[in-house]
């Protein structure tokens, strides 16, 4: 990592980074000697907790790389690095009235939330689809008629469902889960017949329940969604420093390796490997990365 951080430090000076601290939330940092970073509990493989209840994953990595530009920016010995769970009904709230200063998440970027925070250049993009139980037989959402679905408070899978053409008229009896562990639970003791969500997210929780075996992935593909790291709004600063690291750490390769790490090589804490290769829309978006919101990403042709 030590390599990288000195890429990122002179990819910073590059673009001009180096002027004096201004209000907001490098000001914020500077004074108090901390960072807070929001973090997901069970979002697989991207911001989760291991064994031993540390915060892990793939946005992790790429937030810890954040936090060391930032390190040095300010010119820091070292900054306390406070770590805060967040949920899909409170991320956003959080991070707008200054609890958290980056989430680093499994949120997608879509054009209302543009309007309340600001997005890092897209990092992973999921498609939306369900998981059930390979018994049930279910592969369609036109299957799912008077069946109920969980899905996760705070989160627009269901909407998702309603809007897709093969979800129209079907009567969805929504079951809801705190957070995406949950969510799954409510699938795995029979509660509901499918779950929606992202589809690595899906993945993750698969590989690492108690029957793989049981479960797949089917139906439509509902949504493209473009997944960021999120920050505050009018705050150029900090957001210039942040989407530096993450466009230096895509043409450098650092993000290639922390996809290999995460999606395709055994994880933590028992050692699963989630095989989920990256696809060819994050490989186009990795090439010349940008914060363009889902909308753009599911424009019907």
Sequence with gaps: MKRNVLVLVASIAAIGLTQSVSAGTLEKIQESGSITMGIRESSKPLSYLDGDQKPVGYHIDICNGIVEAVKTKLKLKAIKVVHQAVTSQNRIPLVTNGTVDIECGSTTNNATRQNQVAFAPTTFVTNVRMAVKKASGIKSLSQLNGKPVATTTGTTSVQLMRAHEKGQGVDFK?????????????????????????????????????????YEIVGE??????????????????????NAVVRDMAKSGEIDKLYKKWFMSPIPPKGENLNFPMSEKLKEVLKSPNDNPAEQYNVKK
Excluded: C, W
């Design 174 to 214: 929504e079951v809801y889960g705190k957070d995406h562990a949950d969510s799954f639970l409510i699938l795995e003791t029979d509660r509901a017949v499918a779950f929606v969500m992202d589809d690595n997210l899906l993945a993750g929780l698969i590989v690492g329940s108690k029957a793989p075996a049981d």
């Design 221 to 242: 593909v509902l949504n493209i969604e473009p997944i960021a790291i999120m920050m505050r709004k009018d705050d150029p600063q900090f957001q210039g420093l942040v």
